[in-house]
């Protein structure tokens, strides 16, 4: 069974360019959350989206933006990209929003320079 | 935000078991308990989680304190391949945060052959 496939698998950028990444969840799967992680920190929350409306959103300014398509995948933009933007950005898939286990994939490793 | 704390790291030797901690105590009603886990360059993985009962799967048992303001994730036999970063998660499916994770730093665990 495929899992959650996120691509690209790196990337690198320079300051102030824009960049989309691209998560596909589980087949079946509804909820896409997307994460970020620091190096050194645990993930933390950016969206979450659900029968592609956007259900939540962490502390993260407005460069960030995301968006679920009719077959559930998502997309992250980031605008404007500043060198703190660097880490490794998390997708994960549930089959519903609510009381099951999320699936994460193996991540966007951006580096801005 | 992360409502949990953990030690930032612990050692195990190859086959024995493991009891990893964590304390929660301004824990609420609907917070479920979730671990999860992340191996060296990879997405987290759910391991398992409960709300009042202690909980078991074929990866790990869980033990939740009677007043549920500490857990214990426990590996029955630690293998080298259970080297990970351990984070412990409350999640409240029942109020609006929809099955978001907030994650902490967790704990390191190093297994020793």
């Known amino acids: 069974d495929a899992g959650v496939t996120q691509s690209p698998t790196h990337l690198i950028k320079t300051r102030g360019q824009h960049v989309t990444l691209r998560c596909s969840p589980i087949?079946?799967?509804?909820?896409v959350s997307w994460y970020q992680q620091v190096l050194g920190q645990g993930p933390q929350f950016i969206f979450q989206y659900y029968e592609k409306e956007e259900r939540g959103r962490g502390n993260f300014p407005d460069r960030f933006s995301a968006r679920q398509f009719p077959n559930y995948s998502s997309e992250l933009n980031v605008n404007a990209l500043l060198l703190g933007d660097s880490a490794l950005y998390l997708c994960a898939s549930q089959p519903r929003s609510q009381n099951t286990e999320a699936f994460f994939g193996q991540g966007t490793r951006l580096t801005v320079v | 935000d992360a409502k949990t704390t953990q030690p930032n790291s612990m050692e195990s030797n190859e086959e024995e078991p493991v009891h990893l901690p964590c304390n929660h105590s301004?824990?609420?009603?609907?917070?479920?308990i979730h671990w999860y886990r992340q191996l060296p360059s990879q997405g987290p993985e759910y391991v398992i989680h409960?709300?009042?009962s202690n909980v078991n799967n074929r990866m790990a048992s869980l033990a939740i304190a009677e007043d549920r303001k500490s857990s214990t994730l426990i590996l029955h036999r630690a293998t080298l391949r259970d080297a990970a970063v351990y984070y412990c998660?409350?999640?409240?499916?029942?109020?609006?945060?929809?099955?978001?994770?907030?994650f902490g730093r967790g704990t390191q665990l190093t297994v020793w052959p």
């Open positions: 409960g709300l009042t």
């Open positions: 301004t824990i609420s009603g609907t917070d479920y």
């Open positions: 087949s079946g799967h509804k909820s």
């Open positions: 998660i409350l999640r409240d499916d029942g109020g609006s945060t929809l099955g978001r994770l907030y």
